[in-house]
T-cell receptor, first 116, second 113 residues
Framework: NAGVTQTPKFQVLKTGQSMTLQCAQD?????MSWYRQDPGMGLRLIHY???????DQGEVPNGYNVSRSTTEDFPLRLLSAAPSQTSVYFC???????????????FGSGTRLTVV | SQQGEEDPQALSIQEGENATMNCSYK?????LQWYRQNSGRGLVHLIL?????REKHSGRLRVTLDTSKKSSSLLITASRAADTASYFC?????????????FGGGTRVLVKP
C-alpha cells in the first residue's frame, strides 16, 4: 500500500540508550519531516528534509539526528534517550512546488516511545 | 511558540449540528491546511487553502481564510458521530529558505449521538 511506513509502532527505552526510528515513503515525495506529539498538544517539528542529502532543524531538534541518503527513507536517531523524549513520533511526507508545500502531508501511523 | 492557535480548545455538539473552529497565526503564509486526528492515529489531511483564496469547500467542510486578520475557520456541517476527532490547523509560512509546516494545538471535537 502506498503511504508512509513507520517502524517500530511501540518502543520502550532506558535512559541513555540510543535507537533509530524508521520512516519510509513510496510516493516519491521530496519533502519529509519528523514531528513529536505530547499528550493533549499539537505537533512540534523536530527535523525536516527537502530532498536527498538535505536536512534542516525544526523547533525541537536537540537530542535527535537525521539523515536523508535516499528519497524514500528518513530515519530519526535518538542519541541518548531521556524521559523528556517520551512522546508519539510522526513522520510525514509531501510534494513541494519550488519549496512551497502546496500539497497536504501524508502521515505515518506513529511510533509511541517511552523512556524510563 | 506555535504559529497557529486553534480556538476553542474543545467543542461538544449534538449530531446534526454544525461545528466551527478557528485558527489564528502570526506570520505571512503560502497556505493554511486543516488536518483531522482520530484518537491514537496519524493525522489525515482535510483541506488546503492558499493565501490568495478566501473560501474553499470539500464535502461537508468549509474553510475560510482572512489574511488581513491572519485567521482561518473550519466549519463542519451536519456533524456525525464519526466526526469526533481532534482538528489541527497548520501553516506553511513564507520564508527566505526552507519552508516548514507548523501546527497549532488543536481543537477536540466531540459529536454526541
Amino acid at each position: 500500500n502506498a503511504g508512509v511506513t513507520q517502524t517500530p509502532k511501540f518502543q520502550v527505552l532506558k535512559t541513555g540508550q540510543s535507537m533509530t526510528l524508521q520512516c519510509a515513503q513510496d510516493m516519491n515525495h521530496e519533502y519529509m519531516s519528523w514531528y513529536r506529539q505530547d499528550p493533549g498538544m499539537g505537533l512540534r517539528l523536530i527535523h525536516y528534509s527537502v530532498g536527498a542529502g538535505i536536512t534542516d532543524q525544526g523547533e525541537v531538534p536537540n537530542g535527535y539526528n537525521v539523515s536523508r541518503s535516499t528519497t524514500e527513507d528518513f530515519p530519526l536517531r535518538l542519541l541518548s534517550a531521556a524521559p523528556s523524549q517520551t512522546s508519539v513520533y510522526f513522520c510525514a511526507s509531501s510534494y513541494s512546488e519550488q519549496g512551497i508545500l502546496n500539497y497536504g502531508y501524508t502521515f505515518g501511523s506513529g511510533t509511541r516511545l517511552t523512556v524510563v | 511558540s506555535q504559529q497557529g492557535e486553534e480556538d476553542p480548545q474543545a467543542l461538544s455538539i449534538q449530531e446534526g449540528e454544525n461545528a466551527t473552529m478557528n485558527c489564528s497565526y502570526k506570520t505571512s503564509i503560502n497556505n493554511l491546511q486543516w488536518y483531522r486526528q482520530n484518537s491514537g492515529r496519524g493525522l489525515v489531511h482535510l483541506i488546503l487553502i492558499r493565501s490568495n483564496e478566501r473560501e474553499k469547500h470539500s464535502g461537508r467542510l468549509r474553510v475560510t481564510l482572512d489574511t488581513s486578520k491572519k485567521s482561518s475557520s473550519l466549519l463542519i456541517t451536519a456533524s456525525r458521530a464519526a466526526d469526533t476527532a481532534s482538528y489541527f490547523c497548520a501553516t506553511d509560512a513564507k520564508r527566505a529558505a526552507g519552508n516548514k509546516l507548523t501546527f497549532g494545538g488543536g481543537t477536540r471535537v466531540l459529536v454526541k449521538p
